[in-house]
């Protein structure tokens, strides 16, 4: 029989702390839990951005329907600019 070796696998770990590779030291579980931090915290931003935009795509696309009625409302027809 072989002697025990103590290695980091021998003490449980977390299920956040899980790396893709089974013999991680502590500094490597930590340095991907960081990156995974910055990652979603990146991910939140680009969240947060597409949120504003869609916001901001909206009120663009009800201020034109919003123009569109008014111009409907008093008779004249919208130019078709594609016939020339």
């Known amino acids: 029989m072989s002697p025990k070796v103590d290695?980091?696998?021998s003490h449980e770990r977390s299920p956040?702390?899980?790396t893709t590779r089974p013999n991680a030291n502590h500094a490597e579980i930590h340095d991907e839990k960081v990156r995974r931090v910055n990652e979603l915290a990146h991910l939140k931003?680009?969240?947060a951005d597409a949120q504003r935009e869609l916001a901001a795509a909206e009120r663009r696309l009800q201020k034109a329907k919003g123009s569109y009625s008014g111009v409907a409302r008093c008779g004249n027809k919208p130019e078709?600019?594609?016939a020339s």
Do not use: G, M, S, V
């Open 45 to 47: 931003k680009l969240a």
């Open 80 to 82: 078709d600019k594609t």
């Open 16 to 18: 956040d702390l899980i």
């Open 7 to 9: 290695t980091n696998d």
